[in-house]
């Protein structure tokens, strides 16, 4: 490293300490991540370590962040051409400048780790959406307005839910489970009471806790996954999301593309890793590229391979039984996002957002939001059963379906398209999905084998961590696999 990125690493040091001061605020959990400050990984008296961290995503460039500021020798082996994993920023395809995020883009307002990363950098932090501007939600074919004061009553909730409103309901309902859920981070959790709620899906969750049947449909709306994700699965995201969300400015993949210019000159592109060899006293991958079979070796290896393509990575000798049933066995959540380009932002005339759920299940999202210039971009979000549906389709059909979809909300979009583009992510070589999901049982099965290590052999990435599917559960899981290593002997 030069004495000019030691200087600014210095800086960064000094400024991520005065976090320290806002400790008395925090609630446990928040303390749990204080204790993660990017930077402050403190070299333990053993001798520094080679390491070989394979993915360039926010999980392993946080760990090899956290290991060569620790003094540590690393090698970052990234099979793209760039940094950032599933972090990807839309720009070529659209008009005037505009941007859409094919991925990670909101930041709850609880996700610390997030923010110290981003102050780290120097990276601003914005409102993802409007605040005052009106949400809609699209629910057996009506239009209904977020503000309206009978919208639960405009939704078919019974009497008693309406009475109760959303923050009655999750005060009686949803309250009491959040308080019993602890942290998903403890080493020994989840606790033995908390499998019940796993061998439930989420809408059976929500149904035992209370909530009527007109209920679940409303809140399921836009998310459409009730039905398949585990009932601990939904209580870990809800109490995982909470907080106002906001957006890095200029784009998410500012913040990898920030972190790898850190450790630029640690980092090798175009290295896909087909196997990994250990021995009792070292570690090597071995990359098979157009150019020529290159193997690396170290003492220790940080693997944040998505499962879905480990599964295809020979590992010698084999991992252990659960580790094995965990790779093989966890599902990832299908995604299909299609972004519509229009001439003017025709929502914003009426004080709408441009952002909505609906029941087809769908969200749409203002892609636009906070960007310069007239045209506007709507992006369909679709997940699971429907994005596989969809993502089967001609990319014409594609566009076809997520028009008409918002249309269903927002009319005058078709009067206003100006394009369309589409990303589907179990097309992408180097995830075959989204994010890590949990279905009944899954927790049972696989959590407390996923962020085990094997040996020489360490695991990140935000479907080993206590917060799947977030950035916040990427940094931390690389965080905590360099304390792994740093402590090893």
Request: glycine share 8%.
């Amino acid at each position: 490293m030069s004495s000019d990125s030691r200087d600014v690493s210095r800086r960064h040091f000094l400024r991520q300490s005065l976090l320290a001061s806002a400790a008395v605020a925090l609630t446990p959990r928040d303390l749990l991540a204080l204790n993660h400050t990017p930077g402050g990984l403190e070299r333990s008296e053993g001798a520094s370590q080679r390491v070989l961290v394979v993915g360039a995503g926010l999980a392993g460039l946080a760990a090899a962040y956290e290991l060569i500021e620790a003094g540590h020798e690393v090698t970052v082996l990234e099979a793209r051409t760039r940094p950032g994993g599933r972090i990807q920023t839309l720009r070529a395809p659209f008009a005037g400048g505009l941007r859409a995020e094919g991925s990670a883009a909101r930041i709850p307002e609880s996700h610390e780790t997030v923010s110290r990363y981003a102050d780290l950098l120097g990276l601003e932090l914005k409102p993802f959406q409007p605040e005052d501007p009106t949400d809609l939600v699209y629910l057996d074919g009506r239009t209904l307005r977020e503000d309206q004061s009978d919208l639960l009553e405009q939704a078919g909730l019974p009497a008693q839910e309406q009475e109760l409103g959303r923050k009655g309901m999750m005060k009686n309902y949803l309250a009491p489970l959040l308080k019993k859920l602890g942290d998903p981070s403890a080493p020994d959790w989840p606790d033995e009471s908390l499998l019940r709620y796993d061998q439930m899906s989420g809408a059976e969750m929500l149904r035992d806790a209370g909530f009527s049947e007109a209920a679940v449909r409303f809140f399921n709306a836009g998310v459409g996954v009730a039905d398949e994700l585990s009932g601990l699965e939904l209580l870990v995201q809800i109490s995982s999301a909470s907080g106002s969300r906001r957006r890095i400015a200029g784009g998410t993949d500012q913040l990898p593309k920030a972190l790898a210019a850190e450790i630029s000159e640690h980092i090798r592109y175009g290295r896909p890793v087909t196997r990994i060899e250990q021995e009792s006293d070292s570690v090597a991958a071995v990359c098979e590229g157009p150019a020529a079979q290159q193997r690396y070796t170290a003492d220790r290896l940080v693997c944040t391979i998505p499962f879905p393509v480990l599964r295809d990575v020979e590992i010698d000798p084999a991992v252990s039984e659960g580790k094995q049933k965990a790779i093989e066995g966890l599902p990832y959540q299908a995604v299909t996002r299609v972004f519509v380009q229009t001439r003017e932002r025709f929502w914003e005339e009426k004080g709408l957002s441009g952002f909505a759920r609906t029941d087809h299940p769908m969200e749409i999202w203002d892609a636009s939001y906070g960007q310069p210039g007239r045209r506007g971009i709507l992006m369909a979000y679709l997940r699971d059963g429907l994005a596989r549906e969809v993502a089967a389709r001609s990319e014409e059909e594609r566009v076809r379906f997520a028009v008409n979809a918002i249309a269903d909300v927002f009319p005058r979009v078709r009067d206003t398209f100006d394009g369309a583009a589409t990303l589907v992510w179990d097309e992408d070589p180097w995830t075959r999905g989204a994010f890590a999901t949990f279905r009944p049982g899954d927790y049972e099965r696989f959590y407390r084998h996923l962020s085990r290590p094997e040996g020489r052999i360490h695991f990140a990435g935000e479907h080993v961590s206590p917060w799947p599917s977030w950035m916040q559960g990427a940094l931390h899981s690389g965080i905590r696999a360099a304390q792994e290593i740093d402590e090893a002997e």
